[in-house]
Antibody
Framework: QVQLVESGGGVVQPGRSLRLSCAAS????????MDWVRQAPGKGLEWVAL????????YYEDSVKGRFTISRDNSKNTLYLQMNSLRPEDTAVYYC?????????????????WGQGTTVTVSS | SYVLTQPPSVSVAPGKTARITCVGN??????VHWYQQKPGQAPVLVIY???DRPSGIPERFSGSNSGNTATLTISRVEAGDEADYYC???????????FGGGTKLTVL
């Protein structure tokens, strides 16, 4: 079945780095754009970053631009989020999500598969 | 940046119809997607492209989009529909995904 499994979350001090991974299975990973979306405790959904199917296009939410890097390895069916210079306000559950359509521009068709999330806590 | 505004909460009795709005400047020119999120769970896509339902989503869920308001309508509401609902668009002017603030649906 179509599945996304995130890993790599944890507790980290402000200013440090963390890399999240999202392992995909059950679909042709290399054909779909992929997003990272986060949710701070008790808050709503916040988009973080998007990468196109071939990795050539990357888009970032303004507060993470320059600190976070989205990437993918289509040979390993894995999506990544490298998070540097972490701040307490980055504390959240981080979800990876799959674009619904492989035939439209990345990001426009909705996100039809989500992982279970991995928790990142930034605290001293 | 583009902003989507949702009511924080909507309450409805079982069997009645719930309507959740999502207001944005000329949102009718964009494609709107809706997600349902139950406590402790990942979001689930319930409507895409304004009014299309993914497979497995009941026909009770429908959507519309015109002018400055998109609406998610849930007919014959059940206790299991109690959840947070989020609207979302792709903003082409900023190349950003945008989520509404979310609406908590309470079934009385």
């Amino acid at each position: 079945q179509v599945q996304l499994v995130e890993s790599g979350g944890g507790v980290v001090q402000p200013g440090r780095s963390l890399r999240l991974s999202c392992a995909a299975s059950g679909f042709t990973f290399s054909s779909y754009g992929m997003d990272w979306v986060r949710q701070a405790p008790g808050k709503g959904l916040e988009w973080v970053a998007l990468i196109s199917d071939d990795g050539s296009k990357k888009y970032y939410e303004d507060s993470v631009k320059g600190r976070f890097t989205i990437s993918r390895d289509n040979s390993k069916n894995t999506l990544y989020l490298q998070m540097n210079s972490l701040r307490p306000e980055d504390t959240a559950v981080y979800y990876c999500a799959k674009d619904r359509s492989s035939t439209t521009s990345p990001g426009v068709s909705g996100m039809d598969v989500w992982g279970q999330g991995t928790t990142v806590t930034v605290s001293s | 940046s583009y902003v989507l505004t949702q009511p924080p909460s909507v309450s409805v009795a079982p069997g009645k119809t719930a309507r959740i709005t999502c207001v944005g400047n000329n949102i009718g020119t964009k494609s709107v997607h809706w997600y349902q999120q139950k406590p402790g769970q990942a979001p689930v896509l319930v409507i895409y492209y304004d009014s299309d339902r993914p497979s497995g989503i009941p026909e009770r869920f429908s959507g519309s989009n015109s002018g400055n308001t998109a609406t998610l309508t849930i007919s014959r509401v059940e206790a299991g529909d109690e959840a947070d609902y989020y609207c979302q668009v792709w903003d082409t002017s900023s190349d950003h995904q945008v989520f509404g603030g979310g609406t908590k649906l309470t079934v009385l």
